[in-house]
T-cell receptor, first 112, second 115 residues
């Protein structure tokens, strides 16, 4: 059974800093990995999707990496802004029709 | 707007009642899902469904049942509601199943409170 762990559970940093969010998983037989953000009272917004054959994906100030062999993914946020404050969730697909397995998220606060 | 929309946004009801949450997607996706987010914010799959296959998480009580009138809709029916059913329920869709290259698109959630 796949287990997904996100560290840290919460993070508060001043505006402008670069930061890294971590995601680890127990079963390396994944099809893809997604990073989402969730704002309070809202649904999830997909940020980046990495296929199992890929090592990283970039979108603007966000960069996500995937290392299947070590069971790890990181989300790098450059030049953080207060608008980046949200909960960031890592989720993995095993390739079946049974949806994604989520971590519990990292609650990020960017201080102005 | 293209999106996954679910109604109602809030649902407050008493124990023992039967209720439904509706979900519609106009993204042309062929797979839809229901997720439950508990009080600790942990998201867990309940169902995934396309026109070929319904996958049910074994931990979901049979009081919960998905109903799909067509590819664009997947409604969630809940019978005999219990206090522990209080949570936020999210609908989602994707093109292809979990093994696809398509990211999941989520609705904004339905906050269910059972009193």
């Amino acid at each position: 059974k796949q287990e997904v762990t996100q560290i840290p559970a919460a993070l508060s940093v001043p505006e402008g800093e670069n930061l890294v969010l971590n995601c680890s998983f127990t079963d390396s037989a994944i099809y893809n990995l997604q990073w989402f953000r969730q704002d309070p009272g809202k649904g999830l917004t997909s940020l980046l999707l990495i296929q199992s054959s890929q090592r990283e994906q970039t979108s603007g100030r966000l960069n996500a990496s995937l290392d299947k062999s070590s069971g790890r993914s990181t989300l790098y946020i450059a030049a953080s802004q207060p608008g980046d404050s949200a909960t960031y969730l890592c989720a993995l697909s095993g390739g079946g029709a049974d949806g994604l397995t989520f971590g519990k998220g990292t609650h990020l606060i960017i201080q102005p | 707007d293209t999106a996954v929309s679910q109604t109602p946004k809030y649902l407050v009801t008493q124990m023992g009642n039967d209720k439904s949450i509706k979900c519609e997607q106009n993204l042309g996706h062929d797979t839809m899902y229901w997720y439950k987010q508990d009080s600790k914010k942990f998201l867990k799959i309940m169902f995934s469904y396309n026109n070929k296959e319904l996958i049910i998480n074994e931990t979901v009580p049979n009081r919960f049942s998905p109903k799909s009138p067509d590819k664009a809709h997947l409604n969630l029916h809940i019978n005999s509601l219990e206090l522990g059913d209080s949570a936020v329920y999210f609908c989602a869709s994707s093109q292809g199943s979990g093994g696809s290259k398509s990211p999941l698109h989520f609705g904004n959630g339905t906050r269910l409170t059972v009193t």
